[in-house]
């Protein structure tokens, strides 16, 4: 039996929501990750103490099974691309065999799909601000650096002290 992990993830909620204009959806098991990071096991001790604050990262996972992820990837790619609708209108206007006014209809029925895309895309991103809000305490992770390269701790918000300092004597 072949297990795939089928989950592009990002922590930038406009691509997230653009992606979910194009069909794909969270997963439905971890559809988002919340992770509290601290640079050190002393930032991650003085935080504990009431003092600083954690840089916090949330990662949206959204299901790629059943996708064409090779369209997925070209949307990715035309998400950073400034010259996309430039590219579209020059594809529409070197088109031979249609007349004019069948380019404008094009053009104009492209804008239409663009405007409602735009629409939905922020009902997505809505969306996703309001699950951000939503996730409990007990469902975030404290991610504490150490020094070496790569070196790091994972512990639940509602792990026991014994817990965290096993994991904190690792760093």
Not at 30 to 51: M, T, V
């Amino acid at each position: 039996m072949e297990y795939r992990e089928d989950t592009f993830s990002t922590t930038n909620t406009k691509l997230a929501a653009v992606l979910m204009v194009f069909g794909l959806k969270l997963r439905q098991h971890i559809p988002l990750e919340w992770n509290d990071i601290f640079a050190s096991k002393g930032e991650y001790l003085n935080y504990l103490n009431g003092n600083g604050k954690p840089k916090s990262s949330v990662s949206f996972n959204l299901d790629l099974s059943d996708q064409n992820v090779d369209l997925i990837e070209k949307i990715i790619k035309a998400f950073d691309d400034s010259s996309a609708e430039e590219n579209f209108n020059k594809v529409v206007r070197d088109l031979e065999g249609i007349t004019e006014n069948q380019k404008q209809e094009i053009l104009i029925a492209h804008s239409g799909a663009v405007a409602y895309a735009c629409r939905d895309g922020l009902d997505y991103r809505e969306f996703l601000i309001d699950l951000i809000f939503s996730v409990p305490h007990y469902a975030k992770w404290d991610v504490i650096r150490g020094n070496g390269m790569g070196e790091l701790v994972r512990i639940g918000k509602n792990s026991s002290n014994e817990l965290r300092e096993e994991f904190l004597s690792k760093i």
